[in-house]
């Protein structure tokens, strides 16, 4: 589970937002990693709470039904997390083949053929079994690690060679802070992807204690990973120069180590943008799973095969969406606008546990958190929204809003009638084991 956690959240934040980052803090951006680390650390442990309590697939929606009683609610949430899942394998994808297509024997096949039978292949894994899919994962996340490991390991005789306080402006202690929190709000998302242990939690073995542990521990290996990567990256490029890289991890192998085969760091890109296909297409077919066996969805999404017992069913439905997606090629807007969605679902949630601590009735978890971390876990997610929201992009805004709008198009056609899980329990009372 913990490898699980950490391969979602390194394939798709440290390695495109450094450069980014960098620009804003300068030397700074490793401070900026840290508070990014606190603010994702607080809706990090009210997921660890949830998922200690309700150890369930399709866990947002689960608790947001029990919790506010509000099968529409639960529905949106639910859906833009299939959203944020979806968009997520597609890019990857697209991606992958890209790179793919630029090693020797790949590139005279079109890069779509590429990303299609990429595509398949992720398919046949997810239906082949969960534990299939999470030994690929393990190797994954590994080969992931170790890339970040050989970036740390070339720079380390860097280190103390700047000053890892200095920002692009020195008007003041106050406007250096400022720089910091603007920089977190970026680096946010590079902590994205502790979520998907949520979804799994049916097929772990003691949930009640493998999701908190395991979620904790991703959080934590992950920080350390990307604060000594960025302490590396600063160290051996100067701050505008990684800014202005077009691959600044590259950039900085390049120049703490030039006769490192770039061959290599590009088979590593290969593993990360796979684990990261891989981990989002299992959230996203437990997640429509959970929201069928709660009829939030059509009952036959709920269905698992004899053989596999994984969810046949939600895996072909959600292939069915992926095909068009990968076709189209360019979705980086949509992209944006999931994880926009995302920060909403977190605010949601976060409420959720904020309500179901209020309640006696409710059974309690391994790991228990104060109610005052959701409820500071929810400001902060609703800060972040509307720092996203007013950063003058309105195309991912709007494009969020269409997907709403969609989504609640979806649900006046299902019209699910019944909200009770089919297990037989009530959202008013203490779940059955799964």
């Known amino acids: 589970m913990t490898l699980y956690g950490l391969g979602s959240m390194l394939g798709s934040g440290i390695y495109g937002l450094i450069g980014q980052a960098a620009g804003q803090v300068g030397n700074a951006v490793w401070l900026a990693f840290v508070v990014a680390l606190v603010a994702a650390l607080l809706t990090a442990l009210s997921y660890a709470s949830l998922g200690s309590r309700y150890p369930r697939a399709g866990g947002a929606a689960y608790v947001t039904q029990r919790a506010y009683g509000m099968p529409l609610l639960s529905f949106v949430v639910g859906l833009a997390v299939v959203c944020s899942g979806l968009t997520s394998v597609a890019t990857q994808s697209r991606v992958f083949a890209a790179n793919l297509a630029t090693l020797g024997g790949f590139g005279s096949f079109p890069v779509t053929a590429l990303a299609l039978g990429f595509l398949l292949i992720v398919t046949g894994l997810v239906f082949r079994g969960i534990r299939e899919s999470m030994w690929v994962n393990v190797a994954c996340t590994?080969?992931?690690?170790?890339?970040?490991?050989?970036?740390?390991?070339?720079?380390?005789?860097?280190?103390?060679?700047?000053?890892?306080?200095?920002?692009?402006?020195?008007?003041?202690?106050?406007?250096?802070?400022?720089?910091?929190?603007?920089?977190?709000?970026?680096?946010?998302?590079?902590?994205?992807?502790?979520?998907?242990?949520?979804?799994?939690?049916?097929?772990?073995?003691?949930?009640?204690?493998?999701?908190?542990?395991?979620?904790?521990?991703?959080?934590?290996?992950?920080?350390?990973?990307?604060?000594?990567?960025?302490?590396?990256?600063?160290?051996?490029?100067?701050?505008?120069?990684?800014?202005?890289?077009?691959?600044?991890?590259?950039?900085?192998?390049?120049?703490?180590?030039?006769?490192?085969?770039?061959?290599?760091?590009?088979?590593?890109?290969?593993?990360?943008?796979?684990?990261?296909?891989?981990?989002?297409?299992?959230?996203?077919?437990?997640?429509?799973?959970?929201?069928?066996?709660?009829?939030?969805?059509?009952?036959?999404?709920g269905r698992v095969h004899e053989r596999t017992?994984?969810?046949?069913?939600?895996?072909?439905?959600?292939?069915?969406?992926?095909?068009?997606?990968?076709?189209?090629?360019?979705?980086?807007?949509?992209?944006?606008?999931?994880?926009?969605?995302?920060?909403?679902?977190?605010?949601?949630?976060?409420?959720?546990?904020?309500?179901?601590?209020?309640?006696?009735?409710?059974?309690?978890?391994?790991?228990?958190?104060?109610?005052?971390?959701?409820?500071?876990?929810?400001?902060?997610?609703?800060?972040?929204?509307?720092?996203?929201?007013?950063?003058?992009?309105?195309?991912?805004?709007?494009?969020?809003g269409v997907l709403l709008i969609g989504i609640v198009a979806v649900y006046a056609i299902i019209r699910p009638k019944a909200v009770e899980p089919l297990d037989g329990s009530t959202f008013s009372q203490p779940p059955a084991r799964a």
Not at 329 to 337: D, E, K, N
Not at 338 to 363: D, H, Q, Y
Request: net charge neutral; proline share 7%.
């Open 142 to 301: 590994l080969v992931e690690a170790a890339g970040l490991l050989i970036i740390i390991a070339v720079g380390v005789s860097h280190w103390g060679s700047v000053d890892l306080l200095e920002v692009p402006s020195t008007a003041g202690d106050d406007l250096m802070w400022l720089l910091v929190l603007q920089g977190a709000v970026l680096t946010f998302f590079s902590f994205i992807g502790f979520e998907d242990t949520l979804n799994v939690a049916e097929e772990c073995r003691d949930p009640q204690r493998t999701i908190p542990l395991g979620l904790m521990l991703s959080m934590i290996f992950g920080a350390l990973l990307y604060v000594a990567v960025a302490i590396t990256a600063v160290s051996v490029v100067p701050w505008r120069e990684l800014a202005a890289a077009p691959g600044p991890l590259t950039e900085v192998m390049n120049r703490a180590a030039p006769a490192f085969p770039p061959i290599v760091f590009t088979a590593i890109t290969l593993f990360a943008v796979a684990n990261t296909a891989l981990v989002n297409y299992v959230t996203a077919s437990r997640l429509v799973y959970g929201m069928a066996r709660q009829r939030l969805l059509p009952i036959r999404l």
């Open 309 to 400: 017992q994984t969810p046949h069913i939600a895996i072909a439905t959600l292939l069915a969406v992926l095909l068009p997606l990968v076709l189209f090629g360019s979705i980086g807007h949509l992209a944006s606008a999931t994880v926009l969605m995302l920060l909403v679902v977190f605010a949601v949630v976060n409420g959720a546990l904020f309500i179901l601590k209020g309640r006696p009735s409710e059974p309690r978890g391994k790991f228990e958190v104060p109610r005052w971390v959701p409820a500071l876990g929810t400001a902060v997610c609703v800060v972040l929204v509307v720092v996203r929201v007013s950063s003058g992009d309105w195309r991912a805004p709007a494009l969020a």
